[in-house]
């Protein structure tokens, strides 16, 4: 029987340059789809998926993640005096157990490889999960759920993947579709990083979530720079592939792509048409906006 995945690390050191000026002193992981945080997010996904440890790798100017996540109590006894109960449960409800979060530093940017690297001591010899807070999951059950269930079946490292069009695998990280082991999973026998169409495995992309095995560690460790100059987490999972299985988990839901700015206005959109408390009054707003676009 596989190891559970208990922990779950989230690299969150990234400066946000692309959404400049408004990451210049906020971290882009606090920005909002609709009223919360892509971070909280990416957290309330873990925590369905069963998992007990929030790891965060940060850097600096990322001191509000962690005050985000931790009990504001000013704030709770201006609500409390004013009656404020719905907003007090609210925070209670986002507020993870004591003892549940770590944080440590990315003190130079190296790349995701080294991000995750960086959480070596907090996870530990055991398999754990990976989440990028930019890609924000739509789905039901959630896609790190979805990715523990195959796990669950196949062990080894697990891999959420999406389509994409086949036109545009040169913009992600491509794996090959081996054999079938369910509707959902599949064993990868291959990983490219941004194949050209022509040459391309297939059109399924790697989406930003992964269940990977300690052993990843030690070859981050001897990893050498890649692309960028970084430590890339996808050389080392092609070293680890010579030692162990990797599995694709077709992730059966939306994936918004929020380190970008169209991907990020998509998901307010798509989430807000769904809050039953804003929905209404938030659609015929659309409307007219599309409407005088002509």
Same mark, same amino acid.
């Given at each position: /029987?596989?190891?559970?995945? #208990?922990?779950?690390?989230?690299?969150?050191?990234?400066?946000? =340059?692309?959404?400049?000026?408004?990451?210049?002193?906020?971290? !882009?992981? +606090? *920005?909002?789809?609709?009223?919360?945080?892509?971070?909280?997010?990416?957290? &309330?996904?873990?925590?369905?998926?069963?998992?007990?440890?929030?790891?965060?790798?940060? $850097?600096?100017?990322?001191? @509000?993640?962690?005050?985000?996540?931790?009990?504001?109590?000013?704030?709770?006894?201006?609500?409390?005096?004013?009656?404020?109960?719905?907003?007090?449960?609210? *925070?209670?409800?986002?507020?993870?157990?004591?003892?549940?979060?770590?944080?440590?530093?990315?003190?130079?940017?190296? $790349?995701?490889?080294?991000?995750?690297?960086?959480?070596?001591?907090?996870?530990?010899?055991?398999?754990?999960?990976? *989440?990028?807070?930019? +890609?924000? /999951?739509? $789905?039901?059950?959630?896609?790190?759920?979805? /990715?523990?269930?195959?796990?669950?079946?196949?062990?080894? %490292?697990?891999?959420?993947?999406?389509?994409?069009?086949?036109?545009?695998?040169?913009?992600?990280?491509? @794996?090959?579709?081996?054999?079938?082991?369910?509707?959902?999973?599949?064993?990868?026998?291959?990983? @490219?990083?941004?194949? !050209?169409?022509?040459?391309?495995?297939?059109?399924?992309?790697?989406?930003? #979530?992964?269940?990977?095995?300690?052993?990843?560690?030690?070859?981050?460790?001897?990893?050498?720079?890649?692309?960028?100059?970084?430590?890339?987490? =996808?050389?080392? +999972?092609?070293?680890?592939?010579? !030692?162990?299985?990797?599995?694709?988990?077709?992730? &059966?839901?939306?994936?918004?792509?929020?380190? %970008? !700015?169209? $991907?990020?206005?998509?998901? %307010?959109?798509?989430?807000?048409?769904?809050?039953? &408390?804003?929905?209404?009054?938030?659609?015929?707003?659309?409307? #007219?906006? *599309?409407?005088?676009?002509?």
């Amino acid at each position: /029987m596989s190891a559970p995945i #208990r922990k779950a690390v989230f690299p969150v050191a990234g400066l946000g =340059t692309r959404f400049l000026p408004a990451t210049k002193a906020m971290p !882009k992981e +606090m *920005l909002t789809v609709v009223d919360r945080p892509l971070i909280q997010y990416a957290v &309330d996904e873990a925590r369905e998926a069963g998992i007990e440890h929030f790891i965060f790798v940060t $850097g600096r100017n990322k001191a @509000v993640i962690e005050d985000h996540f931790d009990v504001q109590y000013e704030l709770e006894a201006t609500l409390s005096g004013r009656g404020k109960n719905e907003a007090l449960a609210l *925070l209670a409800k986002d507020l993870p157990k004591p003892g549940s979060t770590s944080f440590t530093r990315q003190q130079v940017p190296l $790349g995701l490889g080294h991000a995750v690297w960086c959480a070596r001591e907090l996870v530990g010899n055991e398999p754990f999960a990976v *989440l990028l807070p930019d +890609m924000v /999951m739509k $789905g039901e059950p959630s896609c790190l759920r979805q /990715m523990v269930e195959a796990y669950n079946e196949t062990g080894g %490292n697990v891999l959420a993947v999406s389509e994409c069009d086949p036109a545009e695998t040169n913009q992600y990280g491509v @794996v090959g579709i081996g054999a079938e082991l369910s509707n959902a999973a599949f064993r990868i026998n291959a990983m @490219v990083e941004k194949p !050209k169409p022509e040459v391309a495995p297939s059109n399924l992309y790697i989406n930003g #979530r992964y269940i990977l095995q300690p052993q990843i560690f030690d070859l981050l460790s001897k990893q050498e720079r890649g692309a960028g100059n970084e430590i890339q987490l =996808t050389d080392a +999972m092609l070293k680890l592939m010579e !030692k162990q299985y990797f599995y694709g988990c077709r992730f &059966d839901g939306e994936v918004y792509d929020c380190g %970008n !700015k169209v $991907g990020f206005l998509a998901a %307010n959109v798509a989430f807000a048409l769904e809050r039953a &408390d804003i929905a209404a009054e938030f659609r015929p707003e659309l409307d #007219r906006l *599309l409407a005088r676009q002509g």
